[in-house]
């Protein structure tokens, strides 16, 4: 098992700060989150990238579908190099809220998962090099031969984890099917929502997911040898619903156990509160 925690209220210089308390506590991973109109994901992991040694640094989530995929592959591929190969992308659909709809309209549920699955080909495509053509519904790129960024520091391409819900009753899931196509899973069960906090996620229903991904997996002839099943949960406080001991979570399947502490208020005392539990170290 390893650890990571989301840093939900930070500025910029605050999080590469709590990174370096986070590497010192003996965490995996920090991650960041996006918003539409906010303090930038990849900015913020680059200051953090800079301070750093050893510590991970990635997002939960990015809302993929929301850009040019070669935009994406610049700012990761960025602080990939600058971090020495630490980065790891969080996707997901985006949750919508007055943030994103202050600025942007709801394409549909479909719309987004389209792009997002077109977008993250293109993403993978331009960071495992030139040439590389696309032609598709939403995005189109032809060969460059001038101007070429250097390619990321993790080959091909640093790794993605995709939200995947599962939606009970259902044969097909087509989440779980994008996330088996990478490497690594955000899993959740459909049901949770703002007035409703956290994943439903129990450890049968992670078995469940599991055991979808090893077979999907084992269809398009992969294993699932290095791939990271993510469980988010709160080890201090009252979000969601995942809580310790870790290793029954990892009995259920789960390979990162990540600390979501998206109940701290934004203020001194949140803050201060979220270094303290960064230095105490992951729940081990």
Known sequence: MRYGAVVPWATEREFADLACVAEDAGWDQVFTWEAVWGQDAWATLAAAAMVTERIRLG?????????????????????DRLSGGRVTLGVGLGALHGNWLAFEPDEGRATRAAKLDEGLAVWAGLLRGQPFEHHGEHWSAQPVTEL???????????????????????SRQRSLERAARWQGVLPAVVGAGPDDPGSRLTHDALRGVVARLTDLRAGAGLSMDGYDVVVEGDSHGSFGDARPPVDAWA???????????????DDDAGRTELRRRLALGPPR
Not at 65 to 75: E, G, V
Not at 148 to 170: D, Y
Not at 251 to 265: F, I, M, R, Y
């Open 59 to 79: 997002t939960i989530v990015t809302p993929a579908s929301r850009y040019r995929p070669w935009d994406l592959a610049s700012r990761v591929a960025s602080v």
């Open 148 to 170: 070429v960024p250097p390619p990321p520091a993790q080959r091909p391409h640093p790794p993605v984890w995709c939200v995947g819900a599962l939606l009970p009753g259902r």
């Open 251 to 265: 009995e259920a399947g789960a390979t990162w156990w990540v600390e979501s502490w998206w109940d701290l208020p």
